[in-house]
């Protein structure tokens, strides 16, 4: 369940993701409310992913995602270039 595009035709659990922002807001699986009121409120702006963490293995995230996510709900990183 992936946030995404800028429609309002899907709800946001649905909609396929567009290119990739500079911000990702990372909610946690249990704040799906949150998650929806994010992908709503950052629906127009390019710079902001908002992504439902699905994973089950925390190695993944970055240091102190997981005390983030319990604590706020939610974790906002920024999206490393890709670019040299």
């Known amino acids: 369940m992936f946030l995404a ?49 699905r994973r089950r293995s925390e190695r993944r995230n970055p240091p102190g995602t997981e005390d983030r996510l319990r604590t706020h709900g939610a974790a906002i990183i920024r999206r490393l270039s890709a670019e040299p």
Do not use: K, M, Y
């Not at 990372?26 to 908002?50: G, K, P, Y």
């Open 5 to 53: 595009a800028n429609s309002d035709a899907e709800p946001p659990e649905r909609r396929a993701w567009s290119s990739p922002g500079q911000w990702i807001v990372l909610v946690a699986r249990n704040q799906r409310d949150l998650f929806t009121h994010l992908t709503r409120a950052f629906a127009s702006d390019e710079q902001v992913e908002v992504i439902l963490d």
